[in-house]
């Protein structure tokens, strides 16, 4: 029992999010936390569904969608290694978190599990962890801020092009109609843009790779 304790406090200790709090802190935040893995494809939770439960991905990805009452999926966005995944306003109101979307994984992940309620009530003690929580926050309302542009002020190129400039590597282990359902639009639509910025001479394609050729040029298009 004593050695999976101070294997939990090395791992949050490696953690972004905590590894730099006060030992006394890592230490009581590993009395409330595990870790779980998940396989490609299973779902971390359901829309609608209530969590007593705040989950910080140590590895691996999930993309967050809702569906439509004609049982569409529409892809909102992904979290990568090193997110949390939680809803602040919730998380500061009560400790029952009401989830607004789907959670699915996009490869085998790793992730920590913390208990919300007595997180809740370490923060309300802890300004070190508030300001840690706060930080989270804000990076999570700029990714917001991004998204809203990509899907509401871009249109088909400048999407594509913010994809290929901010997730190159992440663009290129995707197949292209994975890509297209994550950015809204065909398949068909996907192959004619990236014709053109191939013509163009701002990327080439190789081995089915994107390779960029002109980065201030590719950032042109959406900004």
Known sequence: MKSKVIKMIEKLKKSP????????????????????????????????????????ILD???????????????FLYKLSENSLIFDLSKLCEEFILQCFANAEFLEDSEI?????KKFKELMSRSPELMRRVMKESFLMIQQMQ?????????????????????DLEYFNILKKHEIAYMLHMQPETLSRILKKLTRNNI????????IVLERESLREIYT
């Not at 439509?68 to 999926?73: I, V």
């Open 17 to 56: 999010f905590l590894g730099s709090l006060p030992a006394s802190l890592i230490e009581e935040i590993s009395t409330f936390c595990s870790v779980k893995y998940f396989v490609k494809d299973e779902v971390l939770y359901y829309e609608n569904d209530e969590l007593d439960t705040i989950y910080y």
């Open 60 to 74: 691996g990805s999930i993309k967050f969608y809702k569906v439509d009452r004609f049982d569409n999926e529409i």
């Open 112 to 116: 920590l599990s913390i208990d919300a």
């Open 146 to 166: 991004c998204i809203i542009s990509r899907d509401i002020v871009f249109d088909g190129t400048a999407k594509v092009a913010h994809m290929i400039d901010n």
């Open 203 to 210: 990327i080439k394609m190789e081995n089915s790779q994107v």
